[in-house]
């Protein structure tokens, strides 16, 4: 039987959740906006760690992260359903106890000095695969890193890298065996900033929170015992970090959406023109309808990718489609509530336009729409996928 209902225990987390929002981050927007407004950081570091603390004392601590190391190791599903209620704020807040997923193939050394630190909150990564002449074709990579007795000499650049501009370590990918390239050839390195690499920040429509860096390797020396995983994983391991979360991005995407359509309509029924309000037009019906029909799509296919997850499918496919879609929608749904509340959408006194440009982002980072495409189609031709969905 297909049942679409939450459990007890789902419900109850998520209600948890959708409080800790509207009691803690919904009383902080304005301040956000007016931060912002001056340039300056929406969310200062020691209010979110305020907040993270404020989270771990009722319980909730690293949302993914594997009771053993102190996590509530939550299932996708609850995953996607948190997410989805931290984005019905545009505060930018994630909750606390989190790890990037392949930090966990660290030996027991290396989990010491980078995966529990990390997780505790007192060290910060970053992920850095993407270079200037490699992005979507990120087998093009060009940052070498050459053996010299027991060290690895890195050189090279990355660039975009989110975090970049203060994270103490970077999980860096680069070519160690050039004639294996992405096939065995390239490697995945923990490197301190004290090793030597610089980060330098890059402009971007994107608030604060999004800003990421451009990192310059120049002979940065790494001893061998940094390699993360085994020589030559490194393009394994890039692809499993960047394909474990990807259906958390439409998820907070699915927040912002069912907030701004509330506020959309809180602001039709309000605002009138002609003798009446804008929500007594069929135009803006149209746009509050077209848009919680999106909104509708999105949920499902959301949650069916991770739903597969959970159960230890292929879910690479659901992903990307969600993803996808997430991106799309998301991004026409901004447009048409940013138009309901016409030249005040264009203000920053309202986060329409905050929105408008932070989920442009979401086309772009972490696979764009059109790798997007070219994965599910040829997913599709090659008979790894098929149209009538996971369901057969
Ligand atoms: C704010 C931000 C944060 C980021 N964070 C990180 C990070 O933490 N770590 C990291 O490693 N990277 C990060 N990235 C990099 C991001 O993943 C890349 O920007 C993305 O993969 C696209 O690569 P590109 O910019 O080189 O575009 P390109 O690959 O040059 O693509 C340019 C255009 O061509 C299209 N295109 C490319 N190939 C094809 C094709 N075969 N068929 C059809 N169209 C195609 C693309 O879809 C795009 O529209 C971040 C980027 C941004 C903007």
């Not at 390797?217 to 394909?243: D, K, Y």
């Not at 509340?341 to 986060?351: A, D, I, L, S, V």
């Amino acid at each position: 039987m297909v049942d679409f209902s939450l459990s007890e225990t789902e419900r109850d987390i998520r209600d948890w959740v959708r409080n800790f929002v509207t009691r803690e981050l919904v009383p902080m927007e304005n301040e956000v906006l007016r931060r912002e407004r001056r340039g300056e950081e929406g969310i200062t570091s020691e209010e979110k760690n305020a907040l993270r603390e404020k989270a771990r004392a009722a319980g909730f601590w690293g949302v993914q992260t594997p009771e053993e190391y102190g996590g509530m190791e939550l299932p996708a599903v609850m995953a996607a359903l948190i997410e989805i209620e931290l984005g019905r704020t545009f505060v930018p807040f994630s909750f606390g106890g989190g790890a990037d997923n392949i930090l966990y193939y660290a030996n027991e050394e290396q989990k010491q000095r980078y995966l529990l630190p990390t997780i505790a909150g007192e060290r910060k990564s970053c992920f850095a695969i993407t270079e200037p002449g490699a992005g979507s074709d990120a087998k093009e990579l060009r940052t070498t890193a050459r053996k010299e007795g027991s060290e690895w000499v890195i050189d090279g650049e990355k660039t975009f890298i989110t975090g970049g501009i203060d994270a103490d370590f970077t999980m860096v990918f680069a070519v160690t065996d050039k004639d294996k390239g992405a096939d065995g050839g390239v490697t995945c390195f923990l490197v301190d900033r004290d090793m030597g690499w610089k980060s330098e920040p890059i402009e971007i429509m994107g608030e604060r929170e999004r800003q990421p860096a451009a990192l310059i390797f120049e002979s940065v020396r790494v001893p061998e015992e940094n390699i993360l995983g085994e020589l030559g994983g490194g393009f394994r391991l890039a692809m499993q970090w960047i394909g474990s979360g990807r259906y958390l991005l439409p998820a907070r995407a699915l927040g912002n959406c069912e907030r701004m359509v509330e506020m959309s309509m809180d602001y039709a029924k309000n605002r009138s023109t002609f003798g009446a309000p804008i929500a007594d037009r069929q135009a803006i019906q149209w746009m509050i309808a077209d848009s919680a029909v999106e909104i509708e799509a999105l949920r499902w296919l959301v949650l069916q990718a991770a739903w597969q997850r959970d159960q230890g499918m292929d879910s690479r496919h659901a992903q990307s489609i969600a993803k996808l879609h997430g991106g799309v929608r998301a991004n026409e749904i901004v447009d048409r509530m940013l138009q309901i509340h016409g030249g005040m959408g264009y203000t920053k006194e309202f986060p329409l336009e905050r929105w408008y440009r932070d989920l442009r982002l979401l086309r772009i980072f972490e696979g764009t729409d059109e790798i997007q495409r070219r994965t599910i189609s040829r997913n599709l031709l090659k008979g790894h996928a098929s149209v009538s969905g996971s369901l057969g």
